[in-house]
């Protein structure tokens, strides 16, 4: 098991017969390989991670939402958010579709859950619970936090997560006109 190469005779044992500069060579190279597999590894791991994130869509600059916990009691899942008004102006007579499919969640499982009268969805803003089928105008004050909680019923014990939850909002000030808030990626804490 040996070959010539310049005169040289070379064996799977070459490292021994090779010297001092070449070990230091051979593992220099063999450094950069294990560094750079390293490197395609922690990138795999950091793509699978960020699948994974929370992601919200708000669909205006001014308009953030935190998505503070998500916690599940047998079958009810609690959703506490802040909304945040980044803006200078304070923001009035918001409103959240529940009913006629104006607010739906999707768990990882595939199933559907909906809003209004007799469904699975209700919001309470601040220490407001409102109508099933939609909320009371609302104001989000500029730089000041706003609790909003998002009952889900009935939810399947197996769901690990909520894969998308839409809300359907009206804001003249952010030209929202039953327009979709979406998050995804929702994660369910199991008491």
């Known amino acids: 098991m040996s070959s010539q190469?310049?005169?040289?005779?070379?064996?799977?044992?070459?490292?021994?017969?090779l010297g001092h500069n070449n070990l230091i060579i051979?593992?220099?190279n063999m450094k950069k390989i294990f560094?750079?597999?390293?490197?395609?590894?922690?990138l795999c791991l950091q793509n699978v991670n960020a699948q994974d994130a929370i992601k919200i869509i708000t669909g205006h600059p001014d308009f953030n939402i935190k998505v503070k916990r998500c916690v599940a009691s047998d079958k009810t899942v609690l959703i506490d958010m802040v909304f945040i008004n980044e803006g200078?102006?304070?923001?009035?007579?918001?409103?959240?579709?529940?009913?006629?499919?104006?607010?739906?969640?999707?768990?990882?499982e595939g199933n559907i859950y909906e809003g209004g009268y007799d469904q699975n969805i209700s919001i309470k803003i601040a220490n407001r619970e409102y109508d099933p089928w939609y909320t009371s105008d609302f104001e989000i004050l500029a730089g000041v936090p706003t609790k909003v909680t998002m009952k889900i019923k009935g939810v399947s014990l197996e769901a690990q997560s909520f894969a998308k939850i839409i809300m359907n909002f009206d804001c003249p000030a952010w030209d929202f006109n039953n327009s979709p808030v979406t998050l995804r990626n929702i994660p369910i804490s199991r008491k």
Do not use: E
């Open 5 to 17: 190469t310049s005169g040289r005779n070379f064996s799977i044992f070459a490292p021994i017969c």
């Open 26 to 28: 051979i593992y220099s």
């Open 35 to 42: 560094l750079f597999i390293m490197a395609v590894f922690a």
């Open 88 to 108: 200078t102006q304070d923001v009035n007579r918001v409103k959240i579709h529940l009913g006629n499919r104006g607010s739906l969640a999707y768990d990882d």
